[in-house]
């Protein structure tokens, strides 16, 4: 085995590992499992989206995948209902670890089931970088926006709420840190 053929298998391997290993930190489940006091309009979203629960404490990330435009645009303002008063919209153009599989469409993040709102307040947390951390004891979206099935031309966003825009970050998609 020549040099060049060792170094591309030696990296496919760093690569594979890296990948299962992201896999490995979340419990997914094939459908949206979030709370049945939802909005009764994100009832037909369950069986095409996914839940991840993880990485390190339980927290729940909803994958909401969206193929055609008027389908998206109609459960918008419902997706908007889950939010937490204040938390913020997160604009990507695709998402920023490589466990989603998400081209266009949402991903609600929540706090984990159970937890002390007395422990954990739904708030932002002081003195962090990454919105998400700062925003983690809340609900908040990320939105995929591919341009055309999401296209920030044709939603309105809320006024009262915060607009973090990481579409033109690393690599073109979300950023961490």
Do not use: C
């Amino acid at each position: 085995m020549n040099r060049t053929t060792a170094f591309l298998a030696a990296a496919i391997v760093v690569v594979l590992a890296t990948y299962r290993a992201a896999h490995a930190l979340y419990e997914v489940i094939d459908e949206g499992v979030w709370p049945k006091t939802s909005p009764a309009e994100l009832e037909p979203l369950r069986k095409t989206s996914r839940t991840l629960e993880g990485p390190m404490i339980a927290h729940r990330h909803y994958e909401i995948p969206f193929t055609k435009r008027e389908d998206f645009e109609a459960a918008w303002p419902h997706l908007l209902k889950v939010k937490s008063k204040g938390a913020p919209v997160i604009l990507v153009r695709k998402p920023g670890v490589n466990v989603y599989d998400l081209k266009a469409g949402v991903i609600v993040h929540a706090p984990p089931q159970g937890q002390s709102r007395k422990a954990h307040p739904e708030a932002p947390l002081p003195g962090q970088r990454d919105p998400r951390a700062t925003w983690m004891w809340t609900t908040y979206i990320e939105l995929v926006a591919d341009g055309q099935v999401v296209d920030l031309n044709r939603v309105p966003l809320p006024a009262d709420t915060p607009i973090v825009d990481e579409r033109f970050g690393d690599e073109g998609g979300g950023k961490r840190g």
